[in-house]
Structures are given as structure tokens and as C-alpha cells.
């Protein structure tokens, strides 16, 4: 079944980029000599923590609620995240006269609870778990009001966060390189449909904590392999992908690299001490894989997505 | 005496920061809708955290060695400083071909003894407190063959520092008010002065800890007040004004405003925590002044200096 999906063309990244230009920041791409001295490569750094809600799923939320707009009379969306998807689906409701239901597990902590209600989002706790997630999830469905707006299966979604890499692309010179993080793929195969239409000579890189490398098995398979359910401290990025994303991620992405959680608290301790940003460790994650493998950048223009911002203050690595 | 200072010059600002801008970076300035949410004032904010170094004392001491390097044979320069100037003179000293020594107390923490070597600064330890300092800085100068750059008391260094509220003007449609914090007055002093010169309708507060409020009596007695040895958590901000520095705040500086130690680690946090950016606490004091007192800002177009980012992410205040 992998082989016969159509992945979203140019021409509609094209037109959804343009549409959503009035919701979402054009975040800036900023540059760091340490960050260069350290590796030997040019390093391009787009700001997506700087993006509305703190990370680029505000893209993708954004983009399923302008196509659902467009295309259904229904104006009552749902999801479940504990995470940035769940904010970012409680802001793009409110930008886009939606009503946004997030299923959280109750034992979510209160500053994302504070979060998406700070947004308008409302608020369904369940108990812990998939099943009974699950559950929750097909007692909204069957009221049949609202739509399921997923966090990173879905085109819409897709779509939204290959604008991402697309501006990158806007707001440089020639890049060798794109690096992205994968959790759940809708970044980086939104990244690499970016590179692959506006900028064809650039290879995109996922990078993946190794301590649970289901996205780097997957890829390598040809079959979506499962989280083993290990816990990496990027949060953000315990998540299979789906056979949408892989498909795309397969077909378009060079390879995806494995770093450390320590590589992962070290990269993301120099962004905040040498660039004086608020970066998750998620967004880290890239940093990490270009500071692992030097080799594969080393005098290279390279492009690196900062995801997202969103962490706790009080309980950081370091 | 203070009467007959003469203050620098527009000229001389100008034609200093005009040579000043091939070794500094230009900062970008942003804007938080958070912010101007909660305050009902548009915010501009400056940021000197993104500056080499890491904060805003890079300008001084580069316009310090620039005067020098044209009007002496000398290429040798020392200081005391265990904080942000230390690091400003190794670089600047580096980048115009001086040597720096920097004399600093023993206990000084690893990280900044570490920055100061990393730029190429040579280190001399002395005892604690102000008469071993004073002993090794003669020592220093009995040698004869170097030059003392102070922190804040000297005309270059105030040249050097009036360049962000320079450009600040310059990156922004008409600003009704300029707020920084005030330590030992170098930056709050230029600040006001590019204010005059540059945007004469644009008033300046300074805002300082209420723990230590020295320039406060001082602004308001017109005598120099010491500071106590209460330390506020604003580390950079725990000097006396001197002649100099009060002799131009007095003249250009509407009034100094006063924050408590938790407004300070209150609106750092949510400078981090929103706006995603890393300041150290002396930044976060000129932000905590316009949450204290939001009736002066209501409304109004408002430029906020935010200094530097040089903080220990290991002792963070929450």
C-alpha cells in the first residue's frame, strides 16, 4: 500500500504556504560562529521555538483547520496530545473559529494543562494509556459533531510543516544540507518534500535519540516499527512513525543518524549558553546529530530546524 | 566638579559607532505579543544577549581599545572584573591586537575564568575584596607598560555603550520611552545620552534592585551613594555610580525605578518561558520595571534593553 500514495505536491505547499502566512510567524534563521568554529560547517538555525506556541506543529494545526474550513461546515475539532500539538490545535481553533477538545492522560502536568486552556483549548482527561485514550477518543467520535485532527498522520499536516523547511530554503543561500529531528515524521517528511521540490540538491538528514531507534529501524525495514516505549528525555519524539510518513521519509530523506540522550543534554546546553536560546530537547536533537557526525557536514552550508521552545524551566537536564 | 564634565558628543557617537560596526553585531530587536498583552504598552525589545560575548559591555570595551589604539603606542590593557567586562576586553583585545589582563578574586566560578581564557584573556587571581584587588591592579600599573580599562567609568566605555539605544532608535518607529537597568551607570548614562542626541521626545528610566538602591539615593540626592554589599540576584548591576555616569543621568534620565528581587526572577522567567530567549538577571530588571510600574507604560512605544545572557544554566532562580 506504501508505494500508491500520492504525497502532497508543490503546487499545494505552494498555495497553503501562502494562505498561512497570515496565521503563523515567518520565524527568523540566525547564525552562530561557535556553533561553525565547533563543527567546520555553516550552520543555518530557523527559529521555530520563536513560533506562536513554541514550536512548528502551530504550522500543521494551522493548515488542517484552513482545509477543513474549506472543504466541511463542521467547526468542532479534537485530538490528543499532552504536547505542542495540543496547544498548537487550541490556538489555530481559536485563530480559525473552531471549537479545539484535547484528551490528555489526567496526570499531565499543569503548566501544559494551563497552557491549552490559556489558548481556549478544552480539556478531556482519561486514565493513562493507549486504551484508554483510545476510548475516550471513540466516545467524542461517536457524538459525530467533530473532526480528528492527528498530530502528524495526516497530508494537512504534512503540508504545514514542510513550510518550515521552505522558508529555510526563502532565507538562505544554497544549502548542501537540511537537518530535522523525527518522532512521528510529519516534520521530517514535510522537510524533505520541501528540499525535494524548491531545492533538489539539498539531502535532508533525520536525526533520532538512539535509545529508542524506531524511526531508524523503520527506515531501514521498509516497515513502520513501534517505540519500544524506553523513555528519551526528548519528549517531543516518542512516537512511531506512520506509513504515510515513512513512505515519504524513504523516499526522499538520505539517512537518519542516532545520538545520545547525554549528546542530546550537551547539544541543547550549548544552544542555551552560546546562542542565548530556549530551545526543548527535541529541537536539540538535530544540533546533536551534526555535532556526532561531523564528517557529514564539514565544510557544508547546512540547514538546522530548532522545533520548538516549550519546556520547564524548573526541571531542566543541567 | 560635575558640573564641568562635558558630556560625549553627538559627533563623537556617531563617528564611534560608525567604526564600532565592523567588530560588533547590529542585534536584532523583537517584540512579544505576550508582553504587550500584559502590560497594554508596545515593547521593543533589544538584544544585547545575542552580542559577542553575550552581553552589551562588548561595545564599551571595543570603543575603549579603538580611542586607545589611535591615540597611544600601548598594546597592553588590564581590568578587574570577574563578569561580563572581563570577557568583553579578552575579546575585544584579541580582535584589535591588544594584550588583556584581567585580575580577578580567586574564587571567581570556573565557567567565567573559563570564558575569559577561552577569548585569550590572561587571568591574575588576587584575594577577595577590594584592597587585594586595589594591591594587584597597582602592582599592574607599576609596571607601567599597560593601560586600565574601567568597567563604566570613562567616556569610551559610555561612547561604546550609547550605541544599543542608537540603534535600537534607529530599528524602530518613534519610541515614547527607553527603560535599561543601572548598575554602574555606563549603559544607562550612553542610553540617555543617544536618547538626547537621537530621539530627544523619548524619556529613560533606569530600574534598579530595591535591595541595593544606591543610584536611586544617588539620582535623587545628587551625590554618589555606595552601594550597600547587599547582593541582589542581578549580579551585573552590584556597583556605585560614579561622578561621571550620575553627572549624565541626572541631566537626561527621568527617574530611576525601583523592583524586588522575586519581579526580577519573576520576569526572567517569563522572558525565558515565553520569548524563549536566555537572559541573565541583570536583563531581566529593565522588564521587571515595566511589569512594576505599568501605568507609566500604558499605551505607549517602548524600547527595553535587554543586556546580556550570561547565566550559570546550572544555578538558575527556579
Redesign the interface.
Known amino acids: 500500500m506504501v508505494e500508491a500514495m500520492a504525497f502532497p505536491t508543490m503546487e499545494v505547499i505552494e498555495s497553503m504556504h501562502q494562505q498561512l502566512s497570515r496565521y503563523v510567524h515567518r520565524t527568523?534563521v540566525?547564525t552562530s560562529s561557535y556553533f561553525d568554529d565547533l563543527t567546520g560547517a555553516h550552520l543555518y538555525f530557523k527559529c521555530e521555538?520563536?513560533q506562536k506556541i513554541?514550536a512548528f506543529k502551530m504550522r500543521g494545526a494551522t493548515v488542517a483547520l484552513m482545509h477543513l474550513k474549506k472543504h466541511s461546515p463542521i467547526r468542532k475539532v479534537y485530538t490528543h496530545s499532552s504536547g505542542n500539538h495540543a496547544q498548537a490545535l487550541s490556538l489555530a481553533a481559536k485563530l480559525l473559529g473552531f471549537e479545539a477538545t484535547i484528551v490528555m492522560p489526567h496526570n499531565t502536568s499543569k503548566v501544559k494543562v494551563d497552557a491549552v486552556k490559556g489558548y481556549g483549548g478544552n480539556i478531556v482527561f482519561c486514565e493513562v494509556g493507549y486504551v484508554a485514550r483510545e476510548a475516550k477518543l471513540a466516545e467524542i467520535a461517536a457524538q459525530g459533531d467533530s473532526v480528528f485532527v492527528p498530530p502528524f498522520d495526516d497530508d494537512q499536516i504534512i503540508i504545514g510543516q514542510s513550510t518550515v523547511a521552505k522558508e529555510l530554503i526563502e532565507q538562505t543561500e544554497k544549502l548542501d544540507v537540511i537537518v530535522a529531528p523525527v518522532g512521528g515524521g510529519g516534520l521530517l517528511s514535510g522537510t524533505s518534500l520541501s528540499a525535494h521540490y524548491f531545492s533538489p540538491d539539498t539531502i535532508v538528514y533525520g536525526v533520532e535519540p538512539s535509545i529508542d531507534n524506531d524511526a531508524w529501524k523503520s527506515f531501514n525495514s521498509g516497515q513502520v516499527q513501534q517505540v519500544s516505549g524506553v523513555e528519551t528525555i526528548a519528549e517531543g519524539l516518542r512516537t512511531s512513525l506512520s506509513e504515510r510518513t515513512l513512505s515519504v521519509i524513504r523516499e526522499h530523506v538520505a539517512d537518519i543518524l542516532l545520538v545520545t540522550e547525554e549528546e542530546i543534554v550537551s547539544a541543547m546546553?550549548q544552544i542555551?549558553?552560546r546562542m542565548?536560546?530556549?530551545?526543548e530537547p527535541s529541537a536539540a536533537v538535530a544540533v546533536a546529530g551534526i555535532l556526532r557526525y561531523p564528517e557529514l557536514f564539514r565544510g557544508k552550508e547546512v540547514g538546522v530546524i530548532l522545533t520548538g521552545?516549550n519546556v520547564d524551566?524548573?526541571k531542566?537536564p543541567?
Chains 1, 2 share one sequence.
Open positions: 527568523p540566525v521555538q520563536l513554541g546546553r542555551w549558553e542565548k536560546l530556549v530551545v521552545g524551566v524548573e531542566l543541567f
